[in-house]
């Protein structure tokens, strides 16, 4: 089934970096918009950023200029490249995408598990 597994998440110091990675497993027939979404302690889910197949990408205002997604497509696997950290990018950093496992199926939304990025004052 289609399952998404991210890794990259940890503890960090203002001003640093993490890369976040989410492998989709290869059941998936068809990939369309992969994205990343986080959810703060106490807060609402919120957008990141997304990226089509063909490479199109939308950021959230606060993450503009400081992180960058991008996607491999062969391997099923979405990147978040994030640069210049804040304490108010802390947060569970969820993978997802728009999947389907066969060709006659509409897309659905699948979801990672969250990997916990913490970024220290």
Do not use: H
Request: net charge neutral; aromatic share 10%.
């Amino acid at each position: 089934q289609g399952q998404l597994v991210e890794s990259g998440g940890g503890l960090v110091q203002t001003g640093g970096s993490l890369r976040l990675s989410c492998a989709a497993s290869k059941s998936f027939f068809s990939i369309n918009v992969m994205g990343w979404y986080r959810q703060a302690p106490g807060k609402q889910r919120e957008l990141v950023a997304t990226i089509t197949p063909g490479g199109s990408t939308d950021y959230a205002d606060s993450v503009k200029g400081r992180f960058t997604i991008s996607r491999d497509n062969p391997k099923n696997t979405v990147y978040l490249q994030m640069n210049s950290l804040e304490p108010e990018d802390t947060a569970v950093y969820y993978c997802t995408l728009q999947g389907k496992l066969t060709p006659l199926v509409p897309y659905y939304d699948y979801w990672g598990q969250g990997t916990q990025v913490t970024v220290s004052s």
